[in-house]
T-cell receptor, first 113, second 112 residues
Framework: NAGVMQNPRHLVRRRGQEARLRCSPM?????VYWYRQLPEEGLKFMVY????????ESGMPKERFSAEFPKEGPSILRIQQVVRGDSAAYFC???????????FGEGSRLTVL | GQQLNQSPQSMFIQEGEDVSMNCTSS?????WLWYKQDPGEGPVLLIA?????ELTSNGRLTAQFGITRKDSFLNISASIPSDVGIYFC????????????FGKGTRLSVIA
């Protein structure tokens, strides 16, 4: 029973490029959450999605960031025109029911040069 | 927004010692979770608490959901080197769609 799968584990982008981070939830989980972690900080909520729907995006920056969870395929967090401040670890978590226990992937570490 | 205050920020202890850390919030939570994160890895769930006053153990770990529903603590007994890592508390104030809020973590170092 595979856990939450994230890829890529590490991604390097130059300023102005786009970053796409993918997350496949645990089998049977239809709720997906994205969190961002800066060095020496806790996890900050970004967005909560259920299949094909964004439930809560209150933690997403208004510009350049978007997320989707299509009917088929992984959830994708997309960051357009990256800036150095976007450098962080991005974690995806999934759950079988709304909220409750979240199971995290190993994260995608974005470095913007 | 909701905030969780986690303390202490960091701890250095001798192997074999017991450890205690806690988390407080300014608002009432219905769910408290404790996670551990190793360097370069994602957080791993240790203990989940759903009821005020609940005391739950997982091996050498014990966590309690405060009666006021505004705090929780995690104890680790007889620490070992592999306990090293960052421990996060997380809480949710709603059983519906409110996302988990995380504390800033307690960094635990164990000296052999």
């Amino acid at each position: 029973n595979a856990g939450v799968m994230q890829n890529p584990r590490h991604l390097v982008r130059r300023r102005g490029q786009e970053a796409r981070l993918r997350c496949s939830p645990m089998k049977g989980h239809s709720h997906v959450y994205w969190y961002r972690q800066l060095p020496e900080e806790g996890l900050k909520f970004m967005v909560y999605l259920q299949k094909e729907n964004i439930i809560d995006e209150s933690g997403m920056p208004k510009e350049r960031f978007s997320a989707e969870f299509p009917k088929e395929g992984p959830s994708i967090l997309r960051i357009q025109q990256v800036v150095r401040g976007d450098s962080a670890a991005y974690f995806c978590a999934s759950s079988p029911v709304p909220i409750g226990e979240l199971f995290f992937g190993e994260g995608s570490r974005l470095t913007v040069l | 927004g909701q905030q969780l205050n986690q303390s202490p920020q960091s701890m250095f202890i001798q192997e074999g010692e017991d450890v205690s850390m806690n988390c407080t919030s300014s608002s009432i939570f219905n769910t408290w979770l404790w996670y551990k994160q190793d360097p370069g890895e994602g957080p791993v769930l240790l203990i989940a608490l759903y009821k005020a006053g609940e005391l739950t153990s997982n091996g050498r770990l014990t966590a309690q959901f405060g009666i006021t529903r505004k705090d929780s603590f995690l104890n680790i007994s007889a620490s070992i080197p592999s306990d090293v890592g960052i421990y996060f508390c997380a809480g949710s104030s709603d059983s519906g769609n409110t996302p988990l809020v995380f504390g800033k973590g307690t960094r635990l170092s164990v000296i052999a």
